[in-house]
């Protein structure tokens, strides 16, 4: 086939390579508007940098500095009236917003020590440190799992709304496999109230599920069960709809399509699996965001990855599962895959 090529096929391109090589400094950039409050600042409205500064308590000349980069990084614009907010910084950097991102950059400090590390990773395969360990799972994931609340509880959300109202509505039993905060069951408790939710986890985490429930106004139909997602059986026929939400990347391709297999048994007929994930291309090549996950993968366990549609589809067919499908929420959607388990 006679395919055009693209320009970085063609000729050599420097502002590529700069690109990559200053790309930690957007994500400074952005953690320090957020660590600052200085989008919260402009919440209410255009702000002249001067009276940023006084508001986030900072010296001007810094604050000018950081929001003419943000308007670089398309997070604000910027007018005779001062800076103001992108739609984009308006719905995610704002900490009043539902979508409010602000705990997981913040968190992105976490993950340094382990990038830093990357190459020796990759030259002795041994991890920078292990969270699929249960000793560190149990330490490391009450602190990652609230950070990562609002796009797991936004991603369940649209996927709720994308199966429709006779799908969603026939769903009574949710398991939670891995749940963590409750972020993607818990849409479905606030949507239903005939909805009960089973939330297994490490017990670690379940002060922050509880919370999170209690908030919701949901924590009675929310039982927490604690234990090892390896170790514990599922159930059998028990739920109408299980999830694992983020969970096989961590798990690996052995354990992922265990997981895949127990979840399944414990679907009732005409129930329903939906994997929450970060899928590449079948080639393995992009999208960028999903292929870095992976590397974070390799960074932070033993047999970590991300995995294609046809492995995911090829572990859930061997379970029995039929209808496989990823979700179509265009472009810049969440990954999510569901299996039906036949009647
Ligand atoms: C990346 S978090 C995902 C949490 C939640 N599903 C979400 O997407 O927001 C992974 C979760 O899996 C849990 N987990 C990891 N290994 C586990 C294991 N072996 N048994 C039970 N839970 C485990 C962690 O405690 C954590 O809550």
């Not at 079948?282 to 974070?296: A, K, S």
């Amino acid at each position: 086939m006679n395919r055009a090529k693209k320009p970085s096929e063609s000729a050599p391109d420097l502002s590529l390579i700069a690109s990559h090589l200053w790309a930690y400094a957007r994500t400074r950039a952005l953690h320090a508007g957020v660590e600052l409050g200085l989008f919260d600042v402009l919440a209410d409205g255009p702000k002249a940098s001067s009276a940023v500064a006084s508001a986030v308590k900072a010296k001007e000349r810094g604050v000018r500095m950081l929001c003419d980069a943000l308007c670089a990084l398309e997070l604000l614009t910027k007018s005779k009236r001062g800076y103001d907010l992108t739609e984009t910084a308006r719905v995610f950097l704002v900490s009043g917003s539902p979508a409010y991102m602000g705990p997981m950059i913040l968190l992105s400090n976490l993950h340094v020590q382990a990038w830093e590390k990357l190459a020796d990773v990759v030259r002795t395969g041994k991890p920078a440190q292990q969270v699929d360990v249960e000793s560190s799972a149990r330490e490391f994931f009450p602190k990652l799992v609230s950070a990562i609340f609002a796009p797991s509880f936004g991603a369940s959300t649209m996927a709720r709304a994308l199966l429709g109202p006779k799908t969603a509505n026939s769903i009574v039993d949710v398991l939670d496999v891995a749940g963590g905060s409750g972020a993607w069951s818990l849409p479905w408790a606030i949507a239903n109230p005939a909805v009960r939710v089973t939330l297994l986890d490490f017990e670690e985490v379940f002060p922050v599920a509880r919370e999170y429930a209690s908030k919701f106004g949901v924590a009675d139909r929310v039982s927490c069960r604690p234990g090892n997602l390896r170790k514990v059986a599922f159930g059998r026929e028990a739920f109408d709809l299980v999830i694992l939400g983020h969970i096989c990347h961590s798990e690996g391709a052995k354990w992922s399509g265990k997981l895949i297999q127990k979840a399944a048994t414990a679907l009732r007929p005409g129930g329903i699996l939906l994997i929450g994930e970060f899928i590449p291309n079948d080639e393995r090549t992009g999208p960028i965001n999903q292929m870095l996950f992976g590397l974070n993968m390799l960074l932070n366990t033993g047999d970590g990855d991300v995995f294609t549609m046809p492995e995911y589809r090829g572990w859930m067919r061997d379970a029995g599962l039929t209808r496989i499908r990823k979700l179509d929420f265009g472009d810049r959607g969440p990954d999510i895959v569901v299996g039906v388990k036949p009647k």
